[in-house]
């Protein structure tokens, strides 16, 4: 029998099948905490920096203090990749608002509750980097900046769920959101791209879109190759009649599109701009210079 992921729950490290948080967690009975999900290649744990630095901003917004340092929540990623022998892993990291009772007040929340989980993840068939995806325009509006806007990482993510559902219906790999004004704003757990007359554009995070990690390491290596990347507005038409269109992500990575509603992306193929970032971001990710090594 393989050995058991251990988990990190506030200061202690539990056998999977015992990791758990008590049912009265206003994680679980509100989304009410923040999370990050990280990556770690060939034993250096990608931008973990600003991974912790973007969880401290999303639990500054909703005004949950997490109760240690930068620096000690660095050190507990690394010390719970160190106990499962992991050099390739995904995070899970979570602060929930902790242990409250029924009611919404956050105040009657103690201490908040921090969680650690390195383990792998698959979003996509082993093709799809090769292939291209498919993907739609869902009818579920990305939430809107003044309200539970995704550019906090919290753990209400109903509204991706909503939008993922709609993809599995009808068949398609991933949902595409617009915002309230029908602007295209994100996957339904990924930024998105497009490329048109060679220049690569992104949705601004005005239309509730995550300032993503990944997003932004793919903008910097696409400037140092030479490229224009330019923040604006995007229309379904713009999406539609893109050379290219690629997701990214932690977890994704970069991912091409070959399909919108059934409407074919360029000549159906992943395009020549989107191979050569998907192979220059594979190099990236293990240069010790983007990230803390596990082990030192």
């Known amino acids: 029998m393989d050995k058991e992921l251990l988990i990190y729950i506030d200061g202690e490290y539990y056998p999977k099948s015992q990791a758990k948080i008590s049912v009265y967690d206003h994680g679980l009975l509100y989304g009410d905490g923040v999370f990050e999900g990280i990556r770690a290649y060939n034993g250096v744990v990608f931008k973990l920096k600003e991974h912790i630095d973007r969880l401290y901003r999303s639990a500054h917004a909703i005004m949950l203090q997490i109760p240690v340092s930068k620096e000690e929540m660095i050190k507990i990623v690394l010390e719970t990749l160190r106990k499962n ?149 995007i229309t379904p038409y713009e999406l539609f009649t893109a050379d290219e269109v690629f997701f990214t992500g932690t977890a994704a990575e970069i991912v091409p599109v070959r399909e919108i509603n059934k409407r074919q992306i360029g000549d159906g193929k992943p395009g020549p701009i989107t191979r050569r970032l998907m192979e220059e971001f594979s190099k990236l990710v293990q240069d010790p210079k983007h990230g803390v090594p596990i082990y030192q």
Request: with cysteine; aromatic share 6%.
């Open 85 to 233: 022998q992991l050099k390739d892993a995904y995070i899970r990291l979570v602060v929930t608002r902790g242990v409250g009772d029924l009611g919404l007040d956050p105040r009657k929340c103690q201490k908040p509750t921090i969680i650690v989980i390195a383990d792998t993840i698959a979003l996509h068939k082993s093709e799809a980097k090769e292939k291209g995806i498919t993907a739609m325009l869902t009818w579920v509006k990305r939430d809107p900046v003044d309200a539970t806007t995704h550019e906090i990482k919290s753990l209400n993510y109903l509204n991706s769920i909503l939008a993922k559902i709609e993809a599995n219906i009808y068949g398609v790999d991933e949902a595409i959101c617009l915002d309230k004004n029908g602007y295209v704003c994100e996957g339904a757990a990924e930024n998105i791209f497009i490329v048109k007359n060679g220049r690569i554009y992104t949705p601004p995070s005005s239309t509730g879109a995550l300032p993503g990690i990944t997003a932004e390491a793919v903008k910097e290596l696409a400037r140092s190759l030479g490229y224009e990347v330019i923040e604006k507005n």
